[in-house]
């Protein structure tokens, strides 16, 4: 039997045992996979270690600590500085990133995007400037505060604040804040927004299980729009791909996983 496990904190909320044991089930794999709630990152590898996993997924606010607890990263998870999925090969822990790349796989049903203007500076917004921009997108960066905007000029990106931002044409706006998470505040002032929103042909908020009020204008003014559900579920598809060991076809593992998804 294979253990699999996600490592985070909070953790109790999570999707992705629900996801990863409905493609267990479906393809008939001897493996489960539990949460794990974890206050020090630090220990992550010690605690993936001692439980004996062959495989786990990480997620906020350990993702940089897991890249720290690797011994070797592949992929985009070398530019991006974040792990968010660790398998076990050969007695060593290698470390991949699969956010951006399951970012890239949602959005790939609109086909006209050149210009995206990502609100927010942390680590998801680190994972799809580093996936979008690589993948020929231009990518603009706006933050509340100018503290986390160093990694992104330093990358040769365009950054904003909100004091010194004005809407322009983006094709895709996307909010990578946690703003609307546990309250009812929008990524950017309302005004600002309002102007933009009328200036984007899409938007995404990664944010999911609930409908933020960022979320709702798009809906209102009927943008097409995605919430964090299909991110979620693409990064999953990919990570489960890499526990699965390359073997089963990623269409099997996408038809399963989307299906633990609607119960
Ligand atoms: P970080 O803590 O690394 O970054 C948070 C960002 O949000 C910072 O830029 C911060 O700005 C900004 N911010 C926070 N509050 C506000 C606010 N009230 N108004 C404007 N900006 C704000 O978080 P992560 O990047 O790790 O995660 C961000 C969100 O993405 C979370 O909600 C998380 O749940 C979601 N997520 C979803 C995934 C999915 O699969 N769907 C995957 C990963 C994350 P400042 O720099 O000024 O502090």
């Not at 089930?25 to 270690?49: M, N, P, W």
């Not at 011994?71 to 991006?80: C, F, T």
């Amino acid at each position: 039997m294979k253990i699999f496990s996600i490592f985070g904190s909070p953790v109790s909320h999570s999707r992705s045992p629900l996801m990863h044991n409905s493609v267990f089930k479906a393809l008939d794999i001897k493996a489960c996979y539990s949460r794990t709630h974890l206050d020090d990152g630090e220990r992550l590898r010690d605690v993936f270690i001692a439980k004996k996993l062959h495989g786990a997924n990480v997620t906020v606010p350990h993702k940089e600590a897991a890249f720290r607890a690797c011994d070797e990263i592949r992929g985009v998870a070398q530019n991006i500085g974040a792990v968010n999925t660790i398998v076990l090969e050969d007695k060593k822990l290698i470390g991949y990133n699969t956010d951006g790349d399951g970012f890239l796989r949602a959005i790939s049903r609109w086909s006209d995007i050149k210009s995206v203007l990502i609100l927010g500076a942390g680590g998801t917004a680190k994972a799809l400037a580093t996936i979008l921009s690589s993948a020929g997108y231009g990518i603009t960066i706006l933050n509340r505060s100018s503290g986390n905007l160093e990694h992104f000029t330093s990358r040769g990106f365009s950054t904003f604040t909100h004091s010194d931002f004005a809407p322009a044409k983006y094709d895709l706006l996307i909010n990578t804040t946690s703003a609307g998470l546990a309250d009812d505040n929008l990524p950017m002032p309302i005004r600002l927004l309002e102007k933009q929103l009328e200036l984007c042909s899409y938007g995404v908020d990664v944010i999911y299980g609930k409908e933020t009020p960022f979320l709702k204008l798009l809906k209102e003014r009927n943008i097409p729009h995605l919430d964090g559900s299909d991110m979620l579920l693409e990064q999953g598809v990919l990570a489960s791909y890499l526990f699965l060991e390359q073997k089963y076809p990623l269409q099997d593992i996408d038809r399963t996983m989307r299906e633990s998804f609607k119960l």
